[in-house]
């Protein structure tokens, strides 16, 4: 036996890494309960064949305990179960090989850790988190807007705030949505995997104890399976929250909703039938086909929440890339007027949110191989899932972020030149807003 406490629930769980040998020992029971329906049982005395007792006793090779081999006729007759046991053998193999290495889902935890890192430094949650709407990043885009609000007067105050101020706050929000999206979708697969290992081989082991039972051989407990796979991810595909609120980021969390909808409503649990050799069979390949339609619909759900959120990204680029956003046309004047110690309070501040983006895209940086959800073909939606989908996402997150970051900086470094040249030369003031003015509205998409 091939067993272990779960000291969460009192009962004995069957271990996984010893799956293989409970789909033999499987394989030798389902064997027994179909001999055993046709009157022939293993000899009292030796057990490795099956006899029939009569007037002229007759034997059968048993199978291995890992159900490889028998079926040849020992002494009276030369006909074979050989083929027989080969074709039961073979429904088994249909029904679980599929269920042999599957993927752990561990490689997806740092990865989730750091995007969810990336979430909450602006603003967003997944997995049921609170969004903060008064973080370290809000505050300083806050702190940047009220200065030059206040403070700052000239032809440049308009387009600054506009794109810096402005759609610099959707952008963050929005990069912050959608790594919550991302982050869910790691967490997902994360936790599929030791659910459906789980699952897996408490179906082979229910299965196999159904063949003993059936073949008079044992009392292991039958039990039905409640599939743990839809709980596990019920758990972590939730509802994204945000401190944005622009329309993108609303349209994000109804992805969100929409998949943790669909694999809430999946069915949990698997009966497994003790009534006869063929009964018994076709649970197993019932509670087999049940647990991989689970998966495969818990996967449908995470590639379309990424896929959906790639696609809304490409559509309103300028809601997640500030260096695609195009400055409007504003009328300019003759005047410009800055603190310096307000526009060192504004520098500062751009200064840090420059550096938060900087650690962002760094935790941004690190993607898992495929080796994290690499398995069975068979197996959900293939042999990778919806990697390809959720890499997508990840590398336009991340080139969206490096693309604002780098706009920004271009931005600061405008308002350092100009307040620096303003300081330098009060009398220079009106040819550094209309330079600065001219910088602003040629900035656009590929500046």
């Not at 308009?158 to 794109?163: G, Q, R, S, V, Y």
């Not at 609303?250 to 649990?269: H, P, Q, R, Y």
């Amino acid at each position: 036996m091939y067993l272990e406490i779960d000291t969460s629930g009192g009962w004995l769980l069957a271990n996984y890494s010893k799956i293989e040998p409970y789909i033999g020992h499987m394989k030798r029971a389902a064997i027994d309960a179909f001999m055993g329906q046709q009157g022939w049982i293993p000899d009292y005395e030796y057990d490795d064949r099956y006899a029939l007792w009569g007037v002229i006793p007759s034997w059968y090779r048993r199978p291995t305990e890992d159900g490889v081999g028998g079926g040849e006729r020992i002494a009276v007759g030369n006909d074979s179960m050989a083929p027989t046991f080969d074709n039961i053998r073979a429904r088994i193999s249909a029904a679980t090989d599929k269920w042999v290495g599957l993927p752990s889902g561990a490689g997806a935890s740092s990865v989730r850790t750091s995007v969810g890192s990336v979430a909450v430094q602006f603003g967003a949650a997944a997995s049921g988190g609170a969004a903060i709407a008064d973080g370290e990043v809000a505050k300083s885009i806050d702190t940047i807007s009220n200065t030059v609000v206040s403070n700052f007067r000239g032809s440049f105050k308009a387009p600054f705030l506009d794109k810096y101020d402005a759609q610099f706050a959707k952008v963050i929000g929005g990069t912050g949505a959608a790594a919550a999206i991302l982050q869910t979708a790691y967490a997902a697969e994360e936790a599929i995997w030791p659910a459906a290992q789980q699952d897996a081989v408490d179906i082979c082991e229910s299965v196999r104890n159904a063949f003993r039972t059936k073949a008079k051989q044992s009392s292991d407990q039958v039990r039905d399976i409640a599939l743990g796979v839809v709980a596990a991810v019920a758990g972590v595909v939730t509802i994204v929250a945000s401190a944005g609120t622009a329309a993108p980021i609303v349209t994000m969390i109804g992805f969100a909703k929409t998949a943790a909808s669909a694999v809430e409503s999946l069915n949990k649990t698997i009966d497994i039938s003790t009534d006869s050799y063929e009964s018994i069979m076709a649970s197993l390949e019932s509670a087999s086909s049940a647990l991989n339609y689970v998966i495969t619909e818990q996967e449908h759900s995470i590639r379309a929440m990424v896929s959906s959120t790639s696609a809304l990204i490409s559509f309103n680029f300028e809601a997640f890339n500030l260096d695609a956003y195009s400055l409007r046309d504003f009328s300019s004047d003759d005047t410009i007027a800055i603190e310096q110690s307000e526009a060192d309070t504004v520098l500062l501040n751009m200064n840090r949110l420059l550096a938060v983006m900087a650690s962002a895209s760094t935790a941004l940086s690190r993607q898992p191989s495929d080796d994290f959800l690499r398995r069975d073909s068979e197996v959900g939606l293939g042999r990778t899932g919806p990697y390809s989908q959720i890499i997508e996402l990840h590398d336009v997150i991340s080139r969206c972020l490096k693309s604002t970051h780098n706009e920004y900086e271009r931005g600061r470094a405008l308002l350092e030149a100009t307040a620096n040249d303003l300081f330098a030369s009060e009398d220079g003031a009106k040819a550094v807003a209309e330079a600065l003015l001219r910088e602003l509205e040629t900035m656009g998409l590929g500046s």
